[in-house]
């Protein structure tokens, strides 16, 4: 694992650019299969903010991932992207790592965060202009500090 912080207060950056991934804990009105909940955003954009949650859906184990963009507090959202979400763990790629019999803020956090097909959804999107101009954008978010650091 990455740190001695809980995943919860974790910050992730992108290699080459300035996109961040930071996981927050999950919102009292989160689903009861809710694991995980983060936003991505690019420093130099702040009103540009992803909103996402990794969930464990009921009779299937695997965290599946969900993230959405611009919406309101009390309208229908439609996913910005959504898929499988996996992790680097003890140097291999693993399923985003969760141990049931840990509380939520005791679950570690690992190297690097994959989001497979995230960056193809932001280069098919309105936000393609925006952040393809100079490094572009990865579907890996590599741990980077404990986000109290800040």
Request: proline share 9%; net charge negative.
């Amino acid at each position: 694992m990455a740190a001695d912080c809980p995943l919860h207060e974790t910050l992730y950056r992108q290699p080459g650019n300035e996109w961040v991934l930071k996981f927050f804990p999950v919102p009292r009105d989160g689903a009861a299969n809710q694991i995980s909940a983060f936003e991505i955003y690019s420093p130099g954009d702040p009103a540009t903010v992803l909103e996402g949650a990794i969930h464990i859906p009921n009779g299937f184990g695997q965290p599946l991932g969900s993230i959405t963009l611009g919406c309101e507090a009390d309208a229908e959202c439609t996913p910005f992207w959504e898929g499988a979400v996996y992790a680097l763990v003890d140097g291999g790629i693993a399923e985003f790592p969760w141990d049931p019999d840990l509380p939520r803020d005791a679950q570690l956090a690992p190297e690097q965060v994959l989001l497979p097909q995230f960056a193809s959804n932001v280069w098919y999107s309105l936000l393609r202009e925006s952040y393809f101009a100079e490094a572009g954008i990865l579907d890996t978010f590599t741990f980077r500090r404990c986000a109290d650091d800040e």
